[in-house]
């Protein structure tokens, strides 16, 4: 009797299933709320170049270039953000330099009072915008000052210090103290060593705060509302204007706007690789 011998038959493949894992939710999440944050700013890049007819600014017509080349048309427009940009760089350079300072201060000393200013700093960054410009009218108005630019400004100095500050603390709490002990072994002043080795170490951290506390500035309107009196910045024209129709105008502006923010990352990101492969 013979036996026959079958060779073993394999068992069928079959196909893995791919499984998202908690990487490709993050991951997934991210661009999702990426797409949702850039899609108004693209919108508003798109009616920058939208061919309207009519006042309102709100449905397609067709694509020109028109609008950047009467960008300035409008001289109620162009005077608001005139006003708003100088309201912003002063702010940037007020706010910066004073922030500077009590960050530097919080974050190298330990002194007395030193819990109660950063309770003052996050409590001016937590508290409603409403609660804040109210509160900054009446100390306007108790003190007989007239509401203007110089109100604007104030106020906006006063709520971008913290920021200012916040930023700066954080770096100078990373700071490595032996670099600066290294330049007072050599001779060096506390002076020279806060200009020479500390402030540029810092310097990032400065320029990061001055660019917010520009941004907050250039983009407020609860705090400028009550402050303004019958002064029109940016934000203050744009709300007025929705109710008869805004502009192409407003688009195009706002585009050079984020255009110039989007330069200003990029060089300063391109800067700072630099600096480490240095």
């Known amino acids: 009797m013979t036996q026959t011998l079958t060779e073993p038959v394999a068992p069928p493949v079959v196909p893995k299933r791919r499984r ?60 608001a953000l005139v006003i708003s940009l100088l309201v912003a760089i002063v702010t940037m350079f007020v706010a910066g330099a004073l922030g500077t ?20 700093l ?15 009218l009446t100390l306007f108005v108790s003190l007989g000052v007239g509401l203007g630019v110089v109100t604007i400004t104030i106020a906006h100095i006063m709520f971008s210090i913290s920021f ?3 930023v700066v603390r954080a770096r100078v709490l990373t700071l490595d103290r032996s670099i600066e002990e290294a330049a007072a072994d050599l001779g060096a002043s506390p002076w020279t060593t806060f200009w020479r080795i500390t402030f540029p170490i810092i310097l990032p951290a400065v320029s990061s705060g001055m660019l917010l506390a520009f941004a ?13 009196g019958t002064t029109v910045t940016f934000p203050l024209w744009i709300w007025g204007a929705t109710r008869v129709g805004l502009p192409p ?18 060089v300063s990101s391109v800067r700072a690789r630099s600096g480490r492969r240095g």
């Open 122 to 136: 996050f409590a001016t960054m937590s508290a409603p915008e409403l609660v804040m410009g109210a509160s900054l």
């Open 249 to 266: 105008q407003v688009n195009v502006m706002g585009t050079l706007i984020f255009a110039t923010g989007v330069l200003i990352a990029v």
């Open 216 to 228: 907050l500035s250039i983009d407020d309107f609860v705090v400028t509302n009550f402050t303004a």
């Open 164 to 166: 200012v500050a916040v």
């Open 20 to 79: 998202l894992t908690g990487g490709g939710v993050l991951y997934t999440y991210t661009w999702v709320i990426i797409a949702w944050l850039v899609l108004p700013v693209f919108i508003m890049i798109a009616f920058g170049f939208n061919d309207t007819k009519g006042r309102y600014n709100q449905s397609w017509e067709g694509f020109t270039f028109k609008w950047y080349a009467r960008v300035f048309a409008l001289d109620e427009l162009t005077r």
């Open 101 to 120: 300072g009590i960050g530097y201060a919080l974050g190298r000393y330990r002194f007395r009072g030193s819990g109660a200013v950063n309770l003052i």
